[in-house]
Structure formats: structure tokens, C-alpha cells
């Protein structure tokens, strides 16, 4: 008989409402149930991509005996972490706390009030390796709960003293220097694995904060070496197993320091984070490696990714028949069956096969030589050899679409959708694209109409009940604002369509209002109407995404570009002083909030266009703008209606001159005279 999880949207808490275990999901009735039983809480944190969180439910919240141990002595809560990161970082910090790591599946004790006192992350169905059975660890906890509660009570409360002094903010009288910029170089730099890309050693993560820095950072100073570590790092990632060579994404980190074994999930975020990344550096590059990996990957989510009612899914699942990776990988036989023999001698050479494989005897494939070096040894022409390629790999990739598909989570989260639309709308403007454009047209409208509660408060989840409806849930966190914000204002960039920037701002002031405390300067994670935890969470820090408060001083800083509103930039310059000890002893853990500290301290630049946008020259004036990296450029336009011109303090006044589509370009609060052909257009931006 299915437990309470049965009524819950989320597909990680539906994949455990089979259990034997007396599962609650996160609420007050879980928590009145331990108070009115005196019972311990268990509470298990995990999500639906994660390997080891379904290890550990097989192997113990299926097992007869162990649940009954569970339900006899605790109230068990299970969470989703993508659907409670409050929850989850509050919890993670605890058991870091106490036991110098984290990680999920997370496993933490706590009093039914709420305060922990034990935790860990798996543990096996009995002892093995010096790690504590499951079961023991139960009967331990239940033993030390009922006999040394007082003891419990008081290590409890020295965590959470630890949690909460963290949370709190500092003030900081110092100045937000572009000097941290600077700062910042040795520290990135210098962990920089200079023949394998990347962070040195393993596992290797993708980091695509890190390198938007650096892309930054070299469009500062012109340093051919930081380029050259983005470029290294974005072609091994571009050639290793770590993208689907095949299908296009990428997994969530590579086990080794050679990007050739992945973790096989994919994750949303990454993939949404990375498509940027690779756009940026196709700028700056104009490499057609990097145009490449973003068609694909954008091809990816919106084949397998994307809901038809515009939301994109979080993540697929790293397991398929219960065995990790058998989705993806190919043994020679399976080539050779798949193709005709000149194909797969070809796709052999071309992506690494051979009969020992590199993986548990198949092949995770890759690209031992870039394409450019493959091509060279070629007797074919290369037009003829990339399209021979280019077959094949439809070839695969059909075939491998007959094999069971790893699982989909299918829940719709508002931060991970912001992020993916964002890529979406500037790689649609970069590469002229307008069915990449409309795909995240429909899914701001998808965030914007659907996920919203009758008070007009953005949420943060949302799961479909049919092909354009859906169920939205629970109240949006930071991030879920900052990056939707983010999100509308390039896509304004991308479409000209004012309404974007009216809902940008309309969602900051209720950020503003919700999460903005005006004592410390700083924004929190949860809003004043989230249910309260033990300390209110603020992660300043960068993690697989960006701190929400970093792209909160980003967008914010925008859009006082956009609107004309001061306030905007007071408070993203206030909320970034609190970060100054952390940009100085840590960079590259706030290398987002450094990224809106270069906006701030750049010159920036803002670019203003009038004129019809089939306008040939607006048209060509456009794809002027966006073919070089400058992520400090703002991009306004509209048509010569007046109406229009009124709507921002960046149009307004701007006219046609002599009729002709005309182009404004301001630096520092200092304008030059309007252009109206591309090459004087090009000479302002130069």
C-alpha cells in the first residue's frame, strides 16, 4: 500500500511511495508525529539523478526488516533536495559540521524539533569496510535517544550555534575594487591543469562559472594565457566522454582527470550553464567547436529536455536496466551491427572504439584527435568527411533510441528553466536562430503565466497534468527570482519586446520586498513567508549553480541600466561589500559574484538601435553587436513609434536620423552621436 509520498509532484519522493517505509514528506505533520510519539526524526535527502540514493533505497527502504526498524523507532521524512534547497543546505551544513563531509544520499537524525544530532550520507544494508551497517546505525540512535537525551540535546545545540553563525551576514566597510578582480587571477590560474583542461586531479567538474571569470578576466587585459586555459579546458571537455558524443549534453562530472568517464547523469543546470559558456567562448574564439557543442546541446534539451508546454525537465537518470551508463556506451560488435562496414571502421577510428573498450570492456566514446586533426590525415575531402561523420551519428544515435532510455525527472523547477531559457534566447540572437528564440519565449510565458500561486508570488516547482497545464508548488527561493530576472532581460535583448523588462522589474521589486534585509544589506535565500528553519539560509557561495545572490547584483545592476532606477544598483553594490573577504581569500568560490563586480566597475557600454527589426541594416547592426564576447554591453531597441521610445530611459529621445535605422552607443554615461551604417556602428564599438 503506497505511504503519504503518494500525493507528492516530485518523481524522487513518487520513486519511494512503495517502500515499506512510513515515509512523510517535509511538513508539520511529520514533525507534530514525532512530538506526539517522542520519536527521533530520520530525515533522508536525495534526488532522482542521484546513483547512490538509489543504492541505498534498494538495499535498505525496500527491505522489510530495516524499514521496520525505521517505522518502530523514528518518523521518517524523505526530501527532494531540487524541491527544498533551504532544507538541504541547512541539513548539508549540519552534517559537514559534524562530520568533515556531505553529500547525498544525506542521512540526518534530528529532534523533533528540528535540531540535528547524528548524520551521515549512504550506509550499507550491514557492516562493510570499516563503515557501519544501517541497522546498527538505527538501533545506536535509538539507544542514544532514549538513554542519553541530554547528551544529544547538547552536541545538537552546538551545531546549530555553528549553523547559525555562519548565516549570519558581515558588514563591511570596504570597497568593491576592481582590484579583487585582479586578486582573483592567481588563485583560478594557478589550479589550472594545463594539459588536461580543467581543475588539476579528479574528479573533474565543468566549472562553467569559473571560466566565465576568466572570459571576463581576458576581456580585461587581453591575457592570451587565460584564453588559452578556457580554450584547453572547453575543446578536452568538448572531445572526452564526459559529452555525448552521440546525443548531443553533458554529464554531470567526469571520475577521472582526462574528462573520458563520466558520471553518466545529466543535469539541466549544467547543460544550461555550459551552452552560455560555449557561446561566450565562440565569441571570443570564433572557434566552430564551440558553435557546434552549443547546436547540440540546445538540439538535446529540446528533443529530449522539453515538455510541450515549454517547461524543461531537470535531469535524466546516469542508470538504465539498473546499470549505470548502458544507455550510452557501445561495444564493437554493437558498431558493427549498427553500421555498414566502411561506417564502422570509420566511427571506430573517429570516436576511440576498440575491442577492450575503456569502460568495464565497452566504450564510452570520444574523440582521441579534435576534428581539425582527424580531418588532416584524411585523403577525403573534409566537407565529404564531416558530412560522412555527421550521418553516422544519426545512425548511432537512432539506434541508440531503441535501447530503455534512462529515467526523466520530470519536474519543471523555475531557477533551472530561467537558465536554460537564457541560453536559449542569446544563443538564438548569436546565431540568428528564431525557433531557439520562440522555445524560450514559450517557456517564460510557461514560468510567468503558470508558475505562480493566486497571490501572484512566483514558485519554484512545477509538474505537468497534462499536455499545457500543470501543478505549481511551493514559494520561489532567490534563485528562482535573480536568474528569472536575468533570463527576461536578455530575452528582451533578444526580441526588443519591452514586456520583458516590465516583468523583470516587476519580480526584482517583489524580490526586493520578499528577500531584501534592509539591516545587513544583503538578500536571503527564503523569502519572509518560507516556513522557518533553523537559521534563515544565505549561501553566498557558488555551487553546480550560481549564488542567487551574486545574479541578483547582476541583474539588478541591468536593470537599472534598463529602467533608470538608481535603487537597483545601490542595492546590488551594498549586497556585494559582505562578499569582499571571500573574493579576497577565496575566489574561486565567488567567481559569480566577481562577475557582477566586473559589470560594476567596467566600462560599460550601451548599444541602442531604431528601427523596424527586418530592417536590413538594424538586421546587420545586430549581428555586429553579437559577434564579439562583451558580456558589459547593454542592447536596447525599438521601432520609431513614439509610444515605444517612452518606455525606457534608453529609448527615450532616440530618433531615426534622416529616417534612416540608427544606432546609439553610450560609454560611462557619455554618448556619441548617432551612426546609421554597421561600419561607423563597428568603429563605436571598437
Known amino acids: 500500500m503506497p505511504n503519504r509520498l503518494a500525493n507528492e509532484t516530485s518523481l524522487y519522493l513518487l520513486q519511494h511511495k512503495d517502500n515499506p517505509v512510513d515515509w512523510y514528506p517535509w511538513g508539520d505533520e511529520a514533525f507534530a508525529a514525532a512530538k506526539l510519539l517522542d520519536k527521533p526524526i530520520i530525515l533522508s535527502i536525495g534526488y532522482s539523478a542521484c546513483h547512490w540514493c538509489h543504492v541505498m533505497a534498494h538495499e535498505s527502504f525496500e527491505n522489510d526488516s530495516i524499514a521496520a526498524a525505521m517505522n518502530a523507532g523514528f518518523v521518517n521524512i524523505k526530501v527532494d533536495r531540487e524541491e527544498l534547497p533551504d532544507v538541504d543546505s541547512i541539513y548539508m551544513t549540519a552534517v559537514q559540521a559534524m562530520t568533515g563531509s556531505g553529500g547525498w544520499p544525506l542521512t540526518v537524525f534530528i529532534m523533533p524539533e528540528g535540531q540535528p544530532f547524528f548524520g551521515g550520507t549512504y550506509f550499507p544494508p550491514e557492516d562493510r569496510h570499516n563503515m557501519a551497517g544501517f ?5 545506536s540512535v535509538a539507544d542514544a535517544y532514549a538513554t542519553k537525551r541530554t547528551e544529544l540535546l547538547e552536541s545538537s545545540q552546538k551545531v546549530v550555534d555553528s549553523i547559525r553563525q555562519q548565516s549570519i551576514p558581515t558588514k563591511n566597510a570596504g570597497e568593491v575594487d576592481e582590484s579583487l578582480i585582479y586578486g582573483s587571477f592567481t588563485h583560478l590560474v594557478g589550479n589550472a591543469d594545463l594539459e588536461n583542461g580543467g581543475s588539476q586531479g579528479a574528479p573533474k567538474f565543468p566549472q562553467p562559472m569559473v571560466y566565465e571569470l576568466l572570459l571576463r578576466y581576458w576581456k580585461r587585459t587581453g591575457s592570451t594565457q587565460v584564453l588559452d586555459i578556457v580554450t584547453l579546458t572547453l575543446e578536452k571537455m568538448a572531445r572526452g566522454g564526459i559529452y555525448d558524443q552521440i546525443g548531443g549534453g553533458f554529464a554531470r562530472y567526469s571520475v577521472d582527470e582526462i574528462w573520458l568517464v563520466p558520471h553518466f547523469e545529466k543535469m539541466l543546470y549544467d547543460n544550461a550553464q555550459l551552452v552560455s559558456l560555449y557561446l561566450h567562448a565562440y565569441q571570443a574564439t570564433r572557434k566552430p567547436l564551440f558553435k557546434r557543442i552549443v547546436e547540440e546541446t540546445l538540439e538535446y534539451v529540446t528533443r529530449e529536455m522539453t515538455h510541450q508546454a515549454g517547461g524543461f525537465y531537470s535531469a535524466s537518470d546516469a542508470d538504465s536496466e539498473g546499470v549505470e551508463g548502458k544507455f550510452f556506451v557501445w561495444t564493437t560488435d554493437e558498431i558493427d551491427a549498427a553500421l555498414e562496414p566502411r561506417d564502422a571502421e570509420l566511427a571506430k577510428v573517429y570516436w576511440g572504439i576498440t575491442e577492450e573498450g575503456n569502460f568495464e570492456g565497452t566504450n564510452i566514446l570520444f574523440m582521441p584527435d579534435s576534428r581539425e586533426e582527424f580531418l588532416s590525415r584524411s585523403s577525403q575531402e573534409p566537407v565529404k568527411m564531416i558530412a560522412d561523420i555527421e550521418r553516422i551519428k544519426n545512425l548511432l544515435l537512432k539506434k541508440r533510441s531503441e535501447r530503455i532510455t534512462p529515467g526523466i525527472d520530470d519536474k519543471i523547477l523555475t531557477s533551472w528553466n ?17 525557433e531557439w528564440i520562440a522555445i524560450a519565449e514559450k517557456n517564460a510565458r510557461l514560468l510567468l503565466d503558470q508558475v505562480k500561486d493566486a497571490e501572484g508570488r ?3 516547482t512545477w509538474k505537468a497534468t497534462d499536455d499545457s497545464h500543470g501543478d505549481a508548488r511551493i514559494l520561489g527561493y532567490l534563485d528562482d527570482h535573480t536568474y528569472l530576472i536575468d533570463a527576461l532581460l536578455t530575452l528582451y535583448e533578444a526580441t526588443f519586446d519591452h514586456s520583458y523588462v516590465d516583468e523583470a522589474r516587476t519580480l526584482a ?4 520586498e520578499r528577500f531584501w ?12 513567508e518560507h516556513s522557518k528553519l533553523l537559521v534563515r539560509p544565505r549561501d553566498v557561495l557558488d555551487n553546480a549553480v550560481p549564488s542567487g545572490g551574486a545574479i541578483a547584483a547582476t541583474a539588478l545592476l541591468q536593470l537599472s541600466i534598463f ?8 542595492k546590488a553594490e551594498a549586497s556585494m561589500k559582505a562578499l569582499i573577504p571571500h573574493m579576497e581569500q577565496a575566489p574561486s568560490a565567488v567567481t559569480s559574484w566577481l562577475g557582477a563586480l566586473d559589470f560594476l566597475r567596467s566600462d560599460s557600454q550601451e548599444v541602442v538601435l531604431i528601427g ?13 553587436i553579437r559577434k564579439k564576447y562583451s558580456p558589459n554591453t547593454v542592447l536596447a531597441g525599438a521601432t520609431k513609434m513614439p509610444n515605444e521610445s517612452e518606455q525606457s530611459p534608453l529609448l527615450r529621445g532616440r530618433e531615426q536620423v534622416g529616417g534612416k535605422a540608427t544606432a546609439y552607443v553610450c560609454e560611462n554615461y557619455a554618448c556619441k552621436l548617432p551612426v546609421t551604417t554597421v561600419a561607423e556602428l563597428a568603429e563605436l564599438l571598437d
Open 517 to 528: 534585509d534592509s539591516d545587513w544589506e544583503v538578500f536571503y535565500d527564503t523569502s519572509l
Open 458 to 460: 512566483l514558485l519554484h
Open 563 to 570: 529602467t533608470g532606477d538608481g535603487e537597483y544598483e545601490r
Open 509 to 512: 521589486d517583489q524580490m526586493i
Open 135 to 139: 541497522p546498527r546505525v538505527l538501533a
Open 612 to 624: 523596424a527589426q527586418d530592417d536590413p541594416t538594424i538586421v546587420d547592426m545586430k549581428r555586429e
Open 418 to 434: 530561467a537558465l536554460t531559457l537564457k541560453a536559449f534566447a542569446e544563443a538564438g540572437a548569436v546565431f540568428e536562430n528564431d
